[in-house]
């Protein structure tokens, strides 16, 4: 989640301005260890690859992550338009946010962006997300999943993308909103405060 990596950033680099402010620690803690639960979530779920998928399996990825990007490239005006804060910090990915890093972490990430779309598609009439392009998207992660060695699996990824991980992104907004109300509220250097601000209004395409 490219925000709470923004701010716990920004948080370590100058830890001695509000590290002896109790409520502040708390929450940074509380974000810490949530995206601590993410990471190892993502690392159980790993599963090695047979050496002969690994150039069919990238370009299968290569065209899930294609596939998701447009999604979100259909969601996001329509977020921006609506004032949607939540469905944007859901879709809060770049490109290199799926193709650097664990595969698993391109899979869960591809999940999420299908189930978000799903969700909104029906209101969505004017921006062009079809059914067809979220199938496709399901489709390409069904693949994917098939040639990592996890279809006897995908059932249980699937649950643990859209309910384990998406809550685990909700408890960590949730502590990131705190936050937004404790340091202006508790930290005296403007110059922090202000940093914390901008950090927290950039929405990385």
């Known amino acids: 989640m490219n925000m709470a990596d923004t701010v716990i950033s920004q948080l370590n680099a100058s830890a001695a301005i509000w590290s002896d402010k109790k409520p502040i620690a708390e929450v940074v803690l509380k974000i810490k260890a949530q995206k601590s639960e993410l990471e190892s979530l993502a690392v159980k779920q790993t599963s090695a690859i047979t050496k002969g998928a690994t150039m069919t399996l990238k370009a299968k990825q290569a065209a899930m992550v294609n596939l998701a990007m447009q999604v979100i490239q259909k969601l996001r005006p329509f977020a921006t338009v609506t004032n949607n804060q939540d469905l944007l910090s859901r879709i809060d990915y770049t490109i290199s946010d799926f ?44 693949e994917v999943t098939t040639l990592s060695g996890k279809r006897d699996g995908i059932i249980g990824l699937r649950k643990t993308a859209t309910d384990s991980i998406a809550a ?30 901008n950090n927290r209004r950039i929405i990385d395409r």
């Open 168 to 197: 685990l992104i909700d408890q960590i907004r949730h502590q990131l909103e705190l936050l937004d109300d404790l340091i202006p509220g508790l930290v005296t250097d403007h110059t922090f405060v202000q940093t914390y601000k």
């Open 99 to 142: 193709t650097h890093g664990k595969q698993i972490d391109a899979l869960s990430r591809c999940m999420i962006v299908l189930e978000t779309g799903r969700r909104y598609q029906a209101e969505m009439a004017g921006y062009e997300l079809g059914p067809e392009e979220l199938d496709a998207l399901e489709a390409a992660i069904n």
